[in-house]
Nanobody
């Protein structure tokens, strides 16, 4: 499975961005897809996830009410709509996929390349 992330960029605080993650290859193996992020000098952390079957969604507390994860099954693509962005959201965002229902770092089977999100204050 290959994951191609896109959509990062520079935005002012309070603005919005939408990230995309297109999956290709043996996508039938993927059970859960999501996003992690890593800021300079910090560990990679979970942001949001969505189950491919059923569409259940999960969010880190710090993005609830601001970020929305969604999917387009026909395009094998997952999106992360990010609104009300803050300077603290600045990080490299990574798309991830798991063949299980669990989406924690040690259970991730596939990673996409990171996409930089920079929020200016």
């Amino acid at each position: 499975v290959q994951l191609q992330a896109s959509g990062g960029g520079l935005v002012q605080a309070g603005g919005s961005l939408r990230l995309s993650c297109a999956a290709s290859g043996r996508t039938s193996r993927v059970y859960t897809m999501g996003w992690f992020r890593q800021a300079p000098g910090k560990e990679r952390e979970f942001v949001a996830a969505i189950r491919r079957s059923g569409g259940s969604t999960f969010y880190a507390d710090f993005v609830k009410g601001r970020f929305t994860i969604s999917k387009d099954d026909a395009k094998n693509t997952v999106y992360l709509q990010m609104n009300s962005l803050k300077a603290g959201d600045t990080a490299v965002y990574y798309c991830a996929a798991s063949t299980s229902a669990v989406i924690i770092i040690r259970e991730i089977d596939y990673w996409g390349q990171g996409t930089q999100v920079t929020v200016s204050s």
